[in-house]
C-alpha cells in the first residue's frame, strides 16, 4: 500500500506541475475546426452538404500596414523640421496624427520583434540584435508561443499576411538555406508570406533576398525596367501581393513593410544623389540650429527650448580642412537623398492602395526608425562601416580621403561598391532636438522615433500633435482592439504573457489625456534609462556609440550608474539635468528602474556584450568544429558558416583537376571584407580583404598539378587578440608552396550581407578580377568536399 500510495503521489505530482488546459471561457489558437452542420444521409437525395471553411475575421475588421524605416534621424522627415523631402510619411500625419514622444529600442532587432510581438525586448529575448545574441534569456533572440506574433494571431484569424524587406529577427546561426526554418518570418513569427533579406543590412544594389524560406536570385531590373534597388524592388514586390490579394483573397491584410533604408550602407540611385546638393555646406552646427528653428515654428518643441552643448567628444565643424567638409558634406548629401528616395517608394504602395479603394479602410502606422539616429560611422564617417563593429579605431580624416581614393574617389559615395557610413556629427545633428543616438538606450537621442498614424474611420483629427509618452509594445494592442481580433489567452498550447503596453486609441480623439502608458524601462548594450510618470532617468554613457575599444568597455558597471534626472512634462527635450536638485527623486527612479529590470528579464544588466566580454556567450565560436562542406552548399550566412576570422583553422579542398580547372573553392564576403581561395589562369591564388583596411593577394604563380589534387590552407594568428595578426600557408598534396602575413584579421564579421559559399562566390566578388565571370563557379574539373577543422 505504502509503494502505492508513492505512485499515486508521484502522478500527483507530475500533473500538478503540467501547464493547465485552457478553460471553456479562454480562447486558444489555432481554433479547432467548427462543427460540421450537414447532413449524412445513405444517399445523396436524403444528405445535406456543409463546408468547413478557414476562419474569418471579424465583420468590418479594417486593413493593417506597419512602415518601418531604418536608422533615420528624429529630425530627419520634414514635416518633423527636417530638410529631406518626406511627402509620404508628411501625409500620413497631416491626414492623421504624429507622436511626439514614441519610444523604441535603442537598436533594430529588438525594435522589430517588440513591434511585431508587443513584448518588452527581452521579454522575447531581443535584448540585442540577432547577430550577436548571447546566452541569457533576455538576449538569446529566441521566442515561443507565450509572446506570439501579431502576424501568428491575425493569420489564425482570417488575415492575409506578409511581410517585406528587412527581417532581422532570426539567429544568423539559423538562417541558412538548410534551416532550422522555426525562426523564419513564414514559421514561429506566424507570416503567410515574406519577401526580403534576413539579416541587419545588405547591399541596396545587390541584396541576397529570400522568397519565404527559398533563396532566390538578385532582380537585374525593377519592374519599370530600371536599374534595380532594394527600396524600388520592395514597393514593386508590395503591390503585387497587394494585387492578388485583392484579385483573389475575401479577407483584409496585415503587411509589415520594412525597407533596408536609411542603415547603412548609405547608397541611392546614380539619378538620386545630387538632389541635396549644396543642403549641408554650412556644417552640422548650423544645420542642427535649423532643424530646432524649424521645430519650433512647427509647435513641436517648446518656443524656449535650447540644445544641450555639443559634446566635446565630436569634432567641431571647423576643425577639418576645406577638402574634409566637402566629403562630410556629400555624406549628408547622399543620406539625404536615401531619405527621400524610400520614401518616394513607399508613396507607391500608399497610392496603390488609395488606387484599389482600400486606403481609408487601413489602419497604416509608419515610424520612420527602428531606433535612434545611427551613429556608427566614425567622426569622419567611413568607406567601410563594418569596421566599428569589429573593434577598429576611426580612421582620421587623412586616412579616410587617402582610402576613398582608392576605391573610387567621393563619386563612388552612395554607389554599390562603397560600404559608406556619414559622420556622427551628422548623426547627433539629425537627433534634433534630443541628445545622444543609436545604441544609447538611456536618452531621448536613442529611444523616440517620428511616428505617424493614420485610420480616418477612427482619427478625426489632421496633423495634430500628440504628446503623450508612448511605446512601440502599444501597437499589438491598439492593433488587436481596432481588428476586433480577440487576444489569445493559449497559443499553440502555451499560455500567452500579458501585455506591457495599452492600445493607443484612448488619445487619438483626446490630445489632453494622460498617457496610459505611464513607465517604461531601457537597457541596451549597457546603456540604462527610465520614463516614469513624466520624468526620467538616465544613465550617463560609459563609451561612445562609434567604438567597442576594450579600453571603452573597462568602464561599464551598471552597479554604480552616474544618473541624469529631467523633468520631461517641463522640459520634453531632455536639455536641464535636474538630478543635483532631486537626490531623493533619483534614488526613487533607480529603485523603479531595477525592480523594472528584474520583472522583464534584464539580467544581467549588458548581457548583450557577452561576445565582447565574455567569449562564450559566442554561439558560433562554440558550433561545431569540424565542416565537411560540398559544393551544394552556398548562400550560407556567414554567422551559420565555420568561424574562419581570427580563430586558427585548417581548410583541405579535395578536387579532381584539368588543364582548364578554374573557380572558387570557398568564399566568404566581398572585396570590402571577405576572403576567397580560387583557381585562376591554372594557378592557386587567394585574397583576404581586412574590411577594405588591408588587401592581402597570394599570387605564388603556383602551378595546379592535373588529377587528384589536395589543397591546404592553414591559418594561425600570431597573437592572440582582437584582430590580432596571422600567418596562412599553403599545401598542394602536403607539400608547402607558399605562405603570407596577414596584418590585421577580422574579429566579428566580414559584412552584414554577403555570404559564405563552396565552389561559387555568391553576391558581391571578394576579389574584382573574377567580377566579370560572375559567381566563377568552379568548373573543368570536380570539387568533391571541402574541410573545415576549427581550433
Known sequence: MKKLSLIFGLIG?????????????????????????????????????????????????????????????????????????????????????????????????????????????????????????????????????????????????GYATSAFGKWHNTPMEEASPAGPFESWPTGIWGFEYFWGFLGGETNQFHPLLYENTTPIETPKTNADGSTFHLSHGLADQAIKWLDNWKGLRDNPFFMYYAPGAVHAPIQVPEEWRDKYIGKFDEGWHAYRQELLERQKKLGLVPENAQLVKWPEVIPEWDSFSEEGKKYLSRQMEVNAAFMEHVDHHVGRVINRLEEMGELDNTLVIYLTADNGVTAEGTPTGTFSELLFQNGFPPLSMEQQLEKLEEFGGIEEWGGPHLANHYSVGWSYASSTPFQWTKQIASHFGGTIAATAIRYPKAIKAHGEWRRQFQNITDIVPTILEVTGVPTPDYVNGQKRKEYPGKSLTYAWNDPDAKTNHPTQYFEMTGFVGLYHEGWTISGKPYRVPWTVDPEALKNFDPLNTEWELYNVDEDPIQSVNLADQYPEKVKELEELFWKEAEKYDVFPIGGSMGRSLQPESNPQRAAKKHWELTPNVYRVPELAGPEIKSTNYEINAYMTTTTQTEGVIYAVGERLGGQALFIKEGRLRYSYSTLGLYWHDFDGNVKIPIGEVKITLKHTMKEARLNGPSLVEFFINDQKVGEMDITATVYAAFTGHETFDIGRDEGLPVNEEYESMGKFNFKNGTLHKVIFDIE
Open 13 to 157: 505530482i507530475l500533473f500538478s506541475c503540467q501547464k493547465p488546459a485552457p478553460t471553456s471561457s479562454e480562447n486558444s489558437i489555432p481554433y479547432p475546426n467548427e462543427e460540421w452542420k450537414g447532413v449524412q444521409g445513405k444517399t445523396l437525395v436524403d444528405s445535406k452538404p456543409y463546408f468547413i471553411g478557414p476562419p474569418k475575421a471579424p465583420e468590418g475588421a479594417p486593413n493593417v500596414l506597419i512602415i518601418l524605416l531604418d536608422d533615420a534621424g528624429y529630425s530627419n522627415a520634414s514635416s518633423f523640421g527636417g530638410v529631406m523631402q518626406t511627402p509620404t510619411f508628411d501625409r500620413i500625419g497631416n491626414e492623421g496624427i504624429r507622436y511626439t514622444h514614441f519610444s523604441v529600442a535603442a537598436v533594430c532587432s529588438p525594435s522589430r520583434g517588440s513591434i511585431l510581438t508587443g513584448y518588452n525586448i527581452h521579454q522575447i529575448g531581443t535584448g540585442i540584435i540577432s547577430e550577436f545574441a548571447t546566452g541569457y534569456p533576455g538576449y538569446n533572440s529566441q521566442i515561443d508561443y507565450s509572446t506570439p506574433s501579431i502576424a501568428k494571431i491575425l493569420t489564425e484569424n
